[in-house]
């Protein structure tokens, strides 16, 4: 950083959105003004709201959904440019991760309404394809090719982290931490000259607790897992994470798949496609992907243990790893 630590002032910023919080950590010179870095803050995950909920009717994304099948719907940049990294790593997941599935989410009570049976056994007996089979952009327009209701709570939340990101940087703040929920990016370095610390939280419904500890440098972590949000069904508890091979949640696991990559967006997105895939099949795609992942899984004896892939997780981080982007 140019100025010595003396001279900057801790800034610790949050507010409302998607349902949570976002914060923003970072250090800058007194002649920062606070208020006017919040309202911008607040703006971008705005926007991100305003285009991508699926809880306001009136977002784009809602509206690509209500538009008929074969009719092209302009849309705003960046929500094109989720749609599209949503079917680029859904291709390369092999529809693991499935940015159509939007009629299960919302059949299973995860969406605005609750939960109910007839539209679960719609969801569970359609036939469908994966978005990216079925959802056409060209320049500024998208269209759907067959029924699919969109839905980008797996992306979403990541790609507002990196906005949060890139609004620190539109001021000129380089080194800083934002989050959305437990999604973080870091960028440059503390006032120390450190990496920024991010626990791993332990699957714990109980508590939160870390499991482990990174540092990161100019990189994204997001983690999906089994043990915050979940419906209990004949006293089995169902995690929101949607199967798209079956159109209902995932029934066998990992307890939480946490993945480190250069934007959030792409870790929230892969974190989401490796815990459908599986401990075993989605450990072999993170390492054809080069993917830094960290699998949490369960034992018999209600124990957790670790398997982890790529560079930074090759070995399960007893308490502290570094990662810096690619």
């Not at 797996?154 to 620190?168: E, F, P, S």
């Not at 450190?194 to 482990?212: G, M």
């Not at 440098?217 to 798209?244: C, F, I, K, N």
Request: glycine letters at 10%; a negative charge.
């Amino acid at each position: 950083m140019s100025k010595m630590s003396t001279d900057l002032r801790r800034r610790a910023l949050n507010g409302p959105t998607m349902g949570t919080r976002w914060s923003a950590l970072f250090y800058a010179d007194l002649t920062v003004d606070p208020d006017r870095i919040r309202a911008a803050l607040q703006a971008a995950v705005d926007e991100v709201d305003a285009q991508m909920s699926t809880w306001n009717s009136g977002s784009d994304l809602m509206r690509l959904n209500a538009a008929p099948e074969g009719d092209w719907v302009a849309l705003p940049e960046r929500l094109r440019a989720v749609l599209g990294l949503g079917l680029d790593i859904g291709r390369a997941s092999h529809g693991a991760f499935d940015i159509g599935m939007g009629d299960a989410v919302t059949a299973w009570g995860f969406g605005s309404d609750t939960a109910a049976s007839g539209a679960i056994r719609a969801a569970m007996g359609a036939c469908r394809r994966p978005a990216h089979e079925v959802l056409d952009i060209d320049g500024a327009r998208v269209r759907k090719s067959a029924p699919v209701t969109l839905d980008l709570n797996g992306i979403a939340k990541g790609y507002g982290v990196d906005r949060l990101a890139d609004t620190l940087r539109d001021y000129g703040i380089t080194d800083g931490l934002v989050g959305i929920d437990g999604e973080m990016r870091a960028t440059g370095f503390r006032p120390d000259g450190e990496a920024w610390t991010i626990a791993v939280e332990a699957p714990d419904t109980a508590r939160r607790a870390p499991h482990s500890i990174l540092a990161l440098q100019d990189a994204a972590v997001a983690t999906s897992g089994d043990y915050r949000h979940w419906v209990e069904v004949q006293g089995r508890r169902l995690s929101h994470t949607m199967d798209p091979a079956r159109g209902a949640p995932l029934i066998a696991s990992p307890a939480s798949v946490t993945v480190v990559a250069s934007t959030c967006a792409e870790a929230d997105a892969w974190a989401t496609a490796l815990m459908v895939a599986g401990p075993e099949r989605g450990a072999a795609l993170a390492r054809r992907r080069e993917l830094d992942a960290l699998f949490l899984l369960r034992g018999d004896d209600a124990g957790v243990r670790g398997v982890g892939v790529g560079r930074l997780f090759r070995e399960e981080p007893a308490a502290f790893a570094s990662a810096r982007g690619r």
